[in-house]
């Protein structure tokens, strides 16, 4: 009989004990910092918990060296993560884009099932029990907690990364890993919004389109995406959003963004319905030029965006209105000035750099029976429940230990 430690009780830990538990030789304990388990993920996808993407794929993924991701989401992909839960007891549903939800669209029903397994399988579980320290012992690992010493032949740090502070994101994780030799990159905050010149943002707060977005250092691209943007007090948010938000928080300073609100028209056929527009109504105010083509606050922002007179009826626009008009909806900016912090990030960009450690196995290449999982390592997803995809994955991975 061999003891299995495992550091962190949220997704990938939490996989990982379930795994190491299937192996009748191993006694195994769970330890977590806060209260209960799973509490990040009880706030993922807005409660309902995007737990997975059935077309994960490694290009999702990034890092000093995404490839290291490649033989744990192979070994683990989404259906292999469903077939899984499935067989826990949970009923889920695809949405749009491969994002899989429960189908009670409630997180708690993710970390229920977790939980009832956990017991079920005999997995010893420490909760409000944070880890202070980790040492090598010459053969294993000793554990110190406030209250405890303890000894595990085989450890598993998954402590999760720095984001979402508020639900447990801390950087313990790295400490930890720290403290058996184990280095890390540099870290900053991904799935996040932007901070940008606030004018148009305020004026526009709440209100939703689904566009396309580039993200311009000069005149360099740096990131494109699409979907939904949401304005907000100080800038914009929303999954197009998140998508850009790493190469916004690693590119440095003088970043643009460009927002397409009418991406599924080219610029021509949008000055051509303008056209038809001053044709139809031609005593229209020019403030109403783009009612019923986008959201009427957003319409109205874009009139006074393309230095429009509001109040001038449509007649009055020439050519050169429109096509400035069009512009506008087709090539929106703003000045980037950052991002929000771990705070209000799903996701750690960066983390225990994954040269130390052999990708086939999850196993520590210089310190015999330590595994990582998780977002603790360099490897970050998109948005879309790849970040989860990536924890079940490499938490089955490192549950294995190696065998
Ligand atoms: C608001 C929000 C929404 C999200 N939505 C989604 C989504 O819908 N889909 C998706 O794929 N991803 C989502 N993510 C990202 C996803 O939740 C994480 O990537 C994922 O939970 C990482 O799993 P993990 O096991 O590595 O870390 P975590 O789930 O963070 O678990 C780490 C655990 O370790 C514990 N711990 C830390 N230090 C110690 C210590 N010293 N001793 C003991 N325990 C310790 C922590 O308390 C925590 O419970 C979201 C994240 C946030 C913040």
């Not at 399988?121 to 405890?148: M, N």
């Amino acid at each position: 009989m061999q003891t299995v430690i495992i550091i962190g009780g949220g997704a990938s830990g939490m996989m990982a004990a379930l795994t190491a538990s299937e192996n009748k030789n191993n006694r195994v304990l769970l330890i977590e910092r806060q209260q209960r388990v799973g509490r990040k993920l009880l706030a993922t996808g807005n409660g309902r918990c995007n737990l997975t993407n059935t077309g994960a794929a490694i290009e999702n993924y990034h890092g000093e060296n995404r490839d290291f991701a490649a033989p744990a989401l192979a070994s683990f992909p989404p259906q292999a993560a469903l077939d899984f839960f499935h067989g826990l007891g949970l009923v889920t549903v695809e949405e749009h884009s491969g994002r899989v939800y429960p189908l009670s669209d409630s997180a708690n029903s993710v970390v229920d099932v977790l939980r009832f397994s956990l017991e079920a399988r005999g997995v010893e579980l420490k909760a409000a029990c944070p880890v202070r320290e980790v040492k090598r012992e010459k053969a294993g690992f000793l554990v110190l907690t406030d209250a405890e010493r303890l000894y595990a032949d085989k450890l598993i740090v998954a402590c999760g990364g720095a984001a979402g502070e508020k639900l447990g994101g801390v950087m313990d994780g790295y400490t930890l890993l720290g403290m058996l030799g184990h280095r890390r990159t540099a870290l900053c905050p991904s799935l996040v919004q932007l901070l940008t010149a606030p004018e148009y943002p305020r004026a526009l707060k709440g209100v939703r389109s689904d566009c396309r977005l580039r993200l311009f250092a000069g005149t360099s691209l740096l990131a494109g995406s699409a979907g939904e943007l949401q304005f907000t007090e100080t800038g914009v948010s929303g999954p197009a959003v998140f998508d850009l938000s790493r190469a916004a928080a690693t590119g440095g300073k003088g970043l643009t963004l460009a927002a397409d609100f009418l991406k599924d028209y080219d610029a021509p056929s949008v000055l051509a319905l303008l056209r038809q527009r001053r044709e139809a109504l031609p005593e229209l105010p020019a403030a109403d030029m783009l009612t019923g083509i986008v959201h009427n606050r957003l319409g109205r922002m874009l009139v006074k965006y393309a230095a429009l007179d509001a109040n001038a009826p449509l007649r009055a626009l020439d050519d050169d209105a429109l096509t400035r008009l069009a512009r506008a909806c087709k090539d929106f900016r703003l000045d980037v000035r950052g991002t929000e912090g771990f705070d209000k990030a799903q996701v750690t960009a960066g983390g225990v750099k994954t040269s130390g450690f052999n990708p086939e196995t999850l196993e520590s290449w210089f310190v015999p029976g330590l595994f990582a999982c998780g977002e603790v390592l360099d490897i970050d997803g998109d948005c879309g429940g790849y970040n989860l995809q990536w924890a079940w994955a490499s938490g089955r991975m490192a549950g294995r230990l190696g065998t």
